[in-house]
């Protein structure tokens, strides 16, 4: 494996310890951004695809499916366990990733060569990419009323807006593709009611006790290109499950337990991995994890909340103390990449 530094909160380095005392790297995997050939594919007639369980003959492989979904972020690696239909399907799947990411998508597209519209139903709010005194940047209005809170000094924004309607279970089932494209071929051969959850979204009730056990949390860095982890159980305690997988895209790192055959409930009692940062960075904030509940297959709004600094203090991701956020009333937001 090729090796790779990391950076953790200075506050998280305790916790990021006791964590890899029980677990170790397993993989990490750093899709190209530009030079496809540093991602070798293996010959279209040696495929086989893990979800539908055809080989080449079967299905088709002339399709380019992203490991890490090119939604998340610009990348160039791409799978050699996934056939045509499968993408095709998964691409589908996906808008109900769109619709979860909501306004971050649009907030972190800054920068990218396009950078998509936001807007939620009847308009209530609409980001998009304008050029505002030759600074191009994202304006967000809405046609009732932002809901926004601001601290004393201005340099702080809360917005709490509604996203558009998505359906959790299948951003969880996304995840799971996400790490299945690189979970060791043991595992995918013991899991096949796994895979068949994720592509025909069958043994539900099994598998949504697990995606109640997702973490998310706030990069203090943003990062350029996107990565993933695996993390395996170093044998020390085998009542913690097999595997743990992260997803670090933009300013975000998402984790999920992998599923493992369960005896009794799933109790997690682990606190999963705090952010692991290639590269070297100072990072002084306690970032927090959050648990968020991936398990319903119903359609769901969820009211999200986004901040915006405009200062550059390093900023700490702990629940900001909102008692000197006053409401504020304006009709725009306009932000912009310094
Ligand atoms: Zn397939």
Not at 114 to 141: M, P
Not at 264 to 275: E, M, Y
Not at 315 to 338: C, M
Request: hydrophobic residues 35%; charged residues 25%.
């Amino acid at each position: 494996m090729k090796k790779y530094t990391f950076s953790v909160p200075k506050n998280n380095i305790d916790h990021v310890n006791n964590f890899l005392y029980e677990f170790k790297v397993a993989d990490v995997c750093v899709p190209p951004i530009q030079n496809e050939k540093q991602f070798p594919r293996t010959q279209k007639k040696n495929r086989h695809c893990i979800f539908c369980n055809k080989s080449y003959g079967e299905t088709n492989f002339n399709s380019n499916p992203h490991i890490i979904s090119k939604l998340l972020s610009l990348n160039h690696g791409y799978s050699n366990l996934e056939c045509d239909d499968c993408n095709s399907y998964f691409g589908n799947l996906e808008n109900d990733l769109t619709d979860f990411l909501g306004l971050e998508r649009t907030l972190f597209m800054l920068g990218e060569r396009k950078v998509k519209t936001f807007q939620t139903s009847q308009d209530a709010i609409i980001a998009k990419s304008i050029d505002r005194n030759n600074q191009s940047g994202i304006e967000i209005t809405s046609n009732t009323k932002l809901e926004v809170i601001a601290s004393e000094d201005k340099n702080d924004f809360i917005l709490t807006y509604d996203t558009r309607p998505y359906i959790p279970v299948n951003v969880y089932r996304i995840l799971l593709k996400i790490a299945l494209s690189r979970m060791p071929s043991d595992y995918i051969k013991h899991n096949r009611p796994l895979l068949e959850f994720v592509r025909y979204n069958k043994h539900n009730d099994y598998y949504k006790q697990f995606a109640k056990y997702v973490f998310k949390c706030s990069l203090p860095v943003e990062l350029r290109r996107p990565y993933l982890m695996i993390f395996s159980n170093q044998g020390k305690d085998d009542t913690l499950p097999e595997f743990i997988f992260s997803l670090y895209f933009k300013k975000t790192c998402l984790q999920v337990i992998m599923p493992y055959v369960l005896e009794k409930g799933l109790k997690v009692n682990i606190p999963l991995c705090p952010p692991m940062i290639i590269g070297v960075h100072e990072i002084e904030a306690n970032v927090v994890l959050e648990n968020i509940n991936l398990s319903s297959s119903e359609k769901t709004v969820e009211k999200k909340k986004v901040r915006f600094q405009f200062n550059n203090k390093n900023t700490d991701s702990k629940k900001e103390d909102t008692k000197f956020y006053k409401s504020v009333d304006i009709g725009s937001l306009f932000i912009n990449r310094v």
